[in-house]
């Protein structure tokens, strides 16, 4: 290779800049190409129809060959710091994921089939899935009424056919514990635990206005759980959803 022509004139940071939004792969890719023409304008010297061409444009191929190379070391450079970003990137989203598990195993720990309180997390899951989603935190694709459509239903599918409501349970726990953990993947602000225990005080204090607005839900709700956790009462079916 011959002096840096482009030394003066195009540094990494202006690659990085031009190539703002390709990742590291892309940069690779990009890298690969760069060498294949490289090897081509290399091959066209070195071969068979190099006799053709006048001294003049052979003296342009080895210059073009040779910015092409000069640009492609830049482009690595490039590749490299770009792969140093993501790994930092990568690294700390792991720790922030892992904060949010943390927090959200503390403060809403997951039903287990053996639990002695399943139907009071029931009717504690479908009061604070009410409240966040009236605050406009979680499941924004869905209405109030299409919520209360989508909990009223699934309790019907679920305690009609199995022998306890824990998969009621289960199913509206993944539902929070899912559009919790987005919420706080966004929320970089403060830690997970601060930012879900700030959510879950102004949640709680909803809950009776969130009751009152939506009696009929949760009068359903509780007496399918009050059949359930009687011995002597035989399940009744629900009532279709209209």
Do not use: C
């Not at 720990?109 to 899951?125: C, F, Q, V, Y």
């Not at 924004?140 to 056919?161: F, G, M, N, Q, T």
């Not at 969130?210 to 399940?235: H, M, W």
């Amino acid at each position: 290779m011959t002096g840096d022509k482009l030394k003066w004139r195009v540094s990494t940071e202006q690659v990085l800049e031009a190539l703002r939004y390709f990742s590291a792969a892309d940069l690779r890719a990009q890298q690969s190409k760069l060498t294949g023409t490289a090897t081509q304008l290399k091959q066209l010297l070195d071969g068979r129809l190099s006799h053709l061409l006048s001294e003049e444009e052979v003296e342009n191929i080895r210059v073009t060959e040779d910015l092409v190379q000069q640009l492609n070391l830049r482009v690595e450079h490039a590749k490299e710091i770009k792969k140093r970003e993501e790994q930092k990137k990568e690294k700390a989203r792991k720790l922030h994921q892992a904060a949010i598990d943390k927090a959200l195993d503390k403060a809403l720990p997951p039903i287990t089939r053996d639990a002695t309180n399943i139907g009071s997390r029931i009717i504690s899951l479908t009061e604070l899935l009410l409240a966040f989603h009236s605050q406009k935190l979680i499941l924004h694709y869905l209405s109030s009424p299409e919520l209360v459509s989508d909990i009223r239903r699934k309790v019907e599918k679920y305690a009609a056919r199995s022998d306890s409501l824990w998969e009621v349970g289960d199913y509206l726990y993944r539902d929070l514990r899912g559009a919790l953990d987005s919420f706080l993947g966004w929320a970089k602000d403060e830690t997970p635990e601060q930012k879900l225990s700030e959510i879950l005080e102004l949640a709680r204090g909803d809950v009776a206005g969130i009751r009152k607005s939506q009696a009929d839900l949760f009068a359903y709700v509780e007496g399918q759980v009050a059949i359930e956790e009687s011995s002597n009462v035989q399940r009744l079916r629900g009532k279709p959803t209209r």
